[in-house]
């Protein structure tokens, strides 16, 4: 089993619609959980951070954390053709030093 | 804002020969990070460094070297280049577990 889990996609939404990413991870001991979104041929960009459960909301992004579960979401309202990219879950595992371990990451399309 | 830069972002070498991949960061960072990703693969952590002059293997360092002379600085060195390691270079730095990337490095090896 991997530490951090992704459905690769692609996850194809119309444009205006709600896209939900999930992420689970396999250490119950993990703190700090991170977004990054990756538009092809670029590097990473951090979007998100969440270390509480609930949710945290940050314009149209919102982070879903609940760590009884171990998984992470992350949804993007009204989606728009630019929010196209692969969407990358970072997990600080427990005793992992400033390490972070990433998900695979889920390729999401935003069809106009 | 983070500043994550590298050297070059598109780079053609031949095999066997020694490659410097250079990232330098703005922010005072303690901690650096070189990763590759590749397609079906994900990122993969080849070295890192917690401070100058110390290094750490990641997962993947087989073929590859690194040098922190400097604390901005963090040089990725491949001894000698083969065509397994074409792949997206990225370095990242961070102050405690949230890390930013550099815009990356493409390195095609022939």
């Known amino acids: 089993q991997k530490e951090v889990e992704q459905n690769s996609g692609p996850l194809s939404v119309p444009e205006g619609a709600i896209a939900s990413l999930n992420c689970t991870y396999s250490d119950r001991g993990s703190q700090s959980f991170f977004w990054y979104r990756q538009y092809s041929g670029k590097s990473p960009e951090l979007i998100m951070s969440i270390y509480s459960n609930g949710d945290k909301e940050d314009g149209r992004f919102t982070a879903q954390l609940n760590k009884a579960s171990q998984y992470v979401s992350l949804l993007i309202r009204d989606s728009q053709p630019s929010d196209s990219a692969t969407y990358l879950c970072a997990v600080h595992l427990n005793n992992a030093g400033n390490m972070l371990t990433f998900g695979g990451g889920t390729r999401l399309m935003v069809k106009p | 804002d983070v500043k994550v830069t590298q050297s070059s972002r598109y780079l053609v070498k031949r095999t066997g020969e020694k490659v410097f991949l250079e990232c330098v960061q703005d922010?005072?960072?303690?901690?650096m990070f070189w990763y590759r990703q590749d397609p079906g693969l994900g990122l993969r952590l080849i070295y890192f460094s917690y401070d100058v002059k110390m290094k750490e293997k990641g997962d993947i360092p087989e073929g590859y070297s690194v040098s922190r002379e400097k604390k901005e600085r963090f040089s990725l060195i491949l001894e000698s280049a083969s065509t397994n390691q074409t792949s997206m270079y990225l370095c990242a730095s961070s102050a405690s577990e949230t890390q930013y990337f550099g815009p990356g490095t493409r390195l095609l090896v022939l």
């Open positions: 922010m005072d960072h303690e901690n």
